[in-house]
């Protein structure tokens, strides 16, 4: 097994954790809740996520998604 970066672009959702993961059936993987790692000006904090996001496979094109 190996593991390498890969260039994304799109409405990504930056740093995120405690959140959840899964595949989309159409060759997406969707990622929803958790935390989200927020600067302004000063000190990082941790915000709820409140987005959902799908990163295309074969693009490798975040989309942030409406909430379900």
Do not use: F
């Not at 600067?39 to 295309?56: A, E, F, K, M």
Request: aromatic letters at 6%.
């Amino acid at each position: 097994m190996s593991m390498s970066q890969l260039e994304t672009h799109g409405a990504c959702p930056g740093w995120i954790s405690l959140h959840k993961a899964r595949m989309d059936g159409n060759g997406g993987i969707l990622a929803s809740g958790g935390k989200q790692v927020v600067s302004v000006d000063g000190p990082d904090d941790y915000i709820d996520n409140t987005h959902q996001y799908r990163l295309c496979l074969a693009t490798l094109l975040w989309e942030r998604l409406a909430m379900s």
